[in-house]
């Protein structure tokens, strides 16, 4: 699977929070609650301050690497944070090095997909916060251009 290394500055990232692991499938389970709750009762349309209007599934707070557990965040990227309650939490993507890997397709399938090679793949990880941005540039759910990115080691 191909990849750029490409430098980001800091981000900050707003949305709601699971704890979760990948043994047993538990968090694709997770993961499809998670997206489910941030688009039920506009609660992604009232994310204020959002940058654009692209969405972001964040893991972070990982407890090692990806076989142990980890934080999944579903929301999008802000320029700044307002507490909304307990609903919504706030995270920094840390700036530094990624790896960045563009796929298309099914918003499920292909992103399990493509996590499941890059699992496999020799990166140098940095298990502090990896994630996927949904460009929503398309209508048709099964051609959706999404953006992976991996924090790396520098």
């Known amino acids: 699977m191909k990849y750029e290394i490409v430098e980001l500055e800091e981000k900050v990232a707003q949305g709601i929070k699971i704890r979760t692991t990948n043994k047993d499938g538990k968090a694709v389970q997770d993961i499809g609650i998670t997206w489910q709750k941030l688009f039920a009762n506009g609660t992604y349309e009232k994310i204020p301050n959002k940058v654009n209007s692209k969405t972001i599934g964040l893991y972070t707070e990982y407890e090692g690497d990806y076989t142990k557990p980890y934080t999944f965040i579903a929301g999008a990227e802000v320029s700044k944070s307002v507490q909304m309650g307990e609903e919504l939490e706030s995270i920094i993507i840390p700036k530094g090095k990624y790896a960045k ?8 399938n292909s992103v399990g997909q493509a996590w499941q090679e890059i699992w496999n793949m020799d990166l140098k990880r940095k298990y502090t916060c990896d994630f996927e ?4 540039n398309s209508e048709d759910m099964q051609k959706q251009e999404i953006h992976i990115y991996i924090a790396l080691e520098d």
């Open 133 to 136: 941005e949904y460009q929503n």
């Open 101 to 108: 890997f563009i796929i298309t397709g099914d918003v499920q």
